[in-house]
């Protein structure tokens, strides 16, 4: 399978393209924000915009909330350096880790924010969870879409029509280059984040099991009443240079954040994904799919910024991506699916020429707080079948 030249990023990985050198369209993103960005007049353009809103309504701006380190980082950054009120906005997707809860405690009592949490009900989350399994090898599109749309739903609520996101798409992917000025708006939404499902197309696949307003926190607004707050959805990454590192050592100082040890993760990123207990099932699956996992892409950003060498990243990479995570049991008892089932769904999804191997497969350790994780039983008498339709 090949894969970048200066990096480690395959081919599989989506929305990637190779120049005549071999080089990935994301390390090429990278050069161009570290050599042709003007960071200075970036910086002067986000002043800009903050005076067109601050002090104008019951709050500056929205921050759209995990508690992981780049919504943690962003929060900050605004309160701290920016100096605005910001409503902050979580949406539980229902996996939050016990770490993740208390650093957020801490960090909304010493920042003094206003926050408010939604949290959709887990009998339609669990039928979301399996049908976005079975139609795109991905568990996660009531989170995709939820943050993003239930965001902007509140951004309605509260008549605050600046919102401010983390890193630009371009710092990861190409789905968007750092030449652009990329929005938060419908058309990302459709391209990078709801799989190309909408609510819609959820409730018809449903065929009955959940209502229309049980998927309202899944449906973007409508464009014309965002137009009518004159909303703007923004990446804070697009007008500050993104570095994870950096910031990351600035929320453990200045606010305490403790890191967590994460599945199929090396123990020196102990800042990555730790806000979900089914992250090791997502990584997983991506390396099913796509043949590489969570290890691979935190050496290539390492790498791109000249931290790591290509070699090292390769011994982390075999050393970690691939493994069977623990996880993966609890998982099977929220679907109420065999482990048989979840990998005939998963190896429908591989993308060429990738082929997974799954005879070949590690365990990877138990994490030390999955003891504290929700394992409630609850019945799903209907339960529909693992095949699309059923």
């Known amino acids: 399978m090949r894969s970048c030249s200066n990096c480690l990023l395959p081919e599989t990985a989506e929305a990637t393209t190779f120049d005549s050198q071999g080089t990935c369209s994301v390390c090429k993103q990278i050069e161009y924000k570290e050599e042709k960005v003007d960071w200075v007049d970036r910086r002067r353009q986000l002043d800009e915009l903050v005076m067109l809103y601050k002090d104008k309504g019951l709050y500056d701006c929205i921050v759209p909330f995990s508690g992981g380190k780049d919504s943690t980082y962003q929060l900050w950054y605004i309160v701290r350096e920016l100096k605005l009120k910001p409503l902050v906005v979580r949406f539980d997707h229902g996996f939050y880790r016990p770490t993740l809860e208390k650093n957020n405690k801490r960090t909304f009592k010493l920042l003094g924010v206003d926050v ?76 990078a984040m709801n799989l190309g499902m909408t609510s819609d197309d ?3 696949f449903l065929n009955g099991r959940v209502s229309k307003r049980d998927l309202y926190p899944f449906s973007y607004p409508p464009r014309k009443e965002l137009r009518a707050l004159g909303c703007r959805s923004v990446c804070l990454g697009n007008y500050i240079k993104w570095d994870t590192r950096k910031q990351v050592n600035i929320i453990k100082d200045e606010l305490g954040w403790e890191g967590e040890q994460v599945e199929g993760i090396p123990p020196e990123f102990d800042y990555e994904k730790i806000e979900c207990h089914m992250q090791g099932v997502r990584d997983y699956l991506k390396f099913i799919k796509r043949g590489f996992g969570r290890t691979n892409h935190l050496a290539n950003i390492e790498i791109r910024n000249g931290r790591m060498t290509r070699e090292n990243g390769e011994e982390l990479e075999k050393k970690y991506d691939g493994k069977r995570p623990v996880s993966l049991d609890i998982f099977l008892e929220y679907l109420h699916l065999t482990e048989e089932e ?16 799954p005879n070949n497969i590690e365990d990877s350790k138990k994490m030390p707080d999955m003891d504290k994780w ?11 079948s693992t095949k699309i339709g059923g």
């Open 116 to 191: 408010v949490q939604f949290t959709p009900s887990w009998h339609v989350v669990r039928e979301l969870m399996l049908e976005s399994l079975k139609r795109r090898g991905d568990f996660c599109w009531h989170c995709h879409t939820g943050i993003y749309a239930h965001t902007m739903q509140v951004a309605l609520r509260y008549s605050t029509p600046l919102l401010f996101w983390g890193e630009s798409l371009a710092e990861y992917q190409s789905f968007y280059t750092y030449e652009e000025m990329e929005e938060v708006d419908e058309k990302r939404f459709n391209r």
């Open 202 to 204: 959820m409730y018809e």
């Open 374 to 384: 929700d394992r409630t039983k609850v019945p799903w008498p209907h339960r529909p």
């Open 342 to 357: 979840f990998l005939e769904i998963a190896m429908e999804h591989q993308v060429d020429p990738h082929r997974f191997q």
